[in-house]
């Protein structure tokens, strides 16, 4: 992830940008370390869609 590429892209294109986070209204085992799946969360996106495919 590039630091601050949200708020580059927010003021070249004139719109509001956030970070996706695929695991915000997901639950997590207590043993996963919160602060780096919040960290990792964007980068994880396609992974998190591809696993959530085995459920339909």
Same mark, same amino acid.
Request: aromatic share 4%.
């Given at each position: $992830?590039?630091?601050?590429?949200?708020?580059?892209?927010?003021?070249? &294109?004139?719109? #509001?940008?956030?970070? /996706?986070?695929?695991?915000?209204? $997901?639950?997590?085992?207590?043993?996963?370390?919160?602060?780096?799946? &919040?960290?990792? #969360?964007?980068?994880? /996106?396609?992974?998190?869609?591809?696993?959530?495919?085995?459920?339909?």
């Amino acid at each position: $992830m590039i630091a601050g590429l949200d708020r580059v892209l927010a003021d070249v &294109l004139g719109i #509001a940008t956030v970070v /996706a986070n695929p695991f915000k209204n $997901m639950g997590s085992a207590a043993k996963v370390n919160s602060s780096a799946l &919040l960290r990792d #969360a964007p980068m994880l /996106a396609v992974a998190g869609g591809l696993a959530l495919r085995s459920f339909d």
